[in-house]
């Protein structure tokens, strides 16, 4: 069983691109969570989604950032007009339902010129 | 809101040395309690985890945990560390009345000197 799956695992982009970061859960888990790691500080809860639904989006800002979970296809969190501030490392998580332990993948580390 | 502290961001270690690291919460109903690890490079992976029963948890390569009620805190311990422990740390912590979001400290990172 493979596990949580996230890419590209590096980003660059230049300020005011927009930039997308996929993940595929692990097999049979159908909740989805992103955090943030910001640089000398601990994960920050992003946003909880189930399929096609988002159940908690309190740790989004309110602005540029969105995510969704298709019924088909990987998680994707989005940000748009991307700023210096952006740079940190996202991972994504994913449980099967019922279950408070979270798996988490590798982390995309996106990286803002 | 639950939070989650922990109290040493860098440690260092010899070889064969006791561990130790501490992470208390504050959170007024009943939660589940994690701790994960980072190795150089990787991605979190869980250690061991608390959800009820047996307050001494014991996880994988060799660590264990006492989560305390009365002091809100789950540290970490092992007894003989080695090179390759030498990762981050994250104590965790979800309410277990409500959805699976979780608050995770800042993180202790332990350097073992061989």
């Known amino acids: 069983n493979a596990g949580v799956m996230q890419n590209p695992r590096h980003l660059v982009r230049r300020r005011g691109q927009e930039a997308r970061l996929r993940c595929s859960p692990m097999k049979g888990h159908s909740h989805v969570y992103w955090y943030r790691q910001l640089p000398e500080e601990g994960l920050k809860f992003m946003v909880y989604l189930q399929k096609e639904n988002i159940i908690d989006e309190s740790g989004m800002p309110k602005e540029r950032f969105s995510a969704e979970f298709p019924k088909e296809g990987p998680s994707i969190l989005r940000i748009q007009q991307v700023v210096r501030g952006d740079s940190a490392a996202y991972f994504c998580?994913?449980?099967?339902?019922?279950?408070?332990?979270?798996?988490f993948g590798p982390g995309t580390r996106l990286t803002v010129l | 809101a639950q939070s989650v502290s922990q109290h040493n961001h860098h440690v260092i270690l010899s070889e064969a040395a006791s561990l130790e690291l501490g992470c208390n919460y504050s959170?007024?109903?009943?939660?589940?309690l994690f701790w994960y690890v980072q190795y150089p490079g990787q991605h979190l992976q869980l250690l061991l985890k608390?959800?009820?029963?047996?307050?001494l948890v014991k996880g994988i390569k060799g660590f264990e945990a006492e989560f305390i009620k009365s002091k809100f805190s789950f540290n970490l311990r092992k007894p003989s560390v080695q090179w390759s422990d030498t990762a981050e740390y994250f104590c965790a912590v979800i309410d277990s009345g409500g959805y699976q979001k979780v608050t995770f400290g800042t993180g202790t990172k332990l350097q073992v000197i061989p």
């Open positions: 998580a994913s449980s099967p339902p019922l279950e408070d332990t979270q798996y």
């Open positions: 608390y959800f009820s029963g047996d307050p």
């Open positions: 959170y007024g109903g009943t939660v589940n």
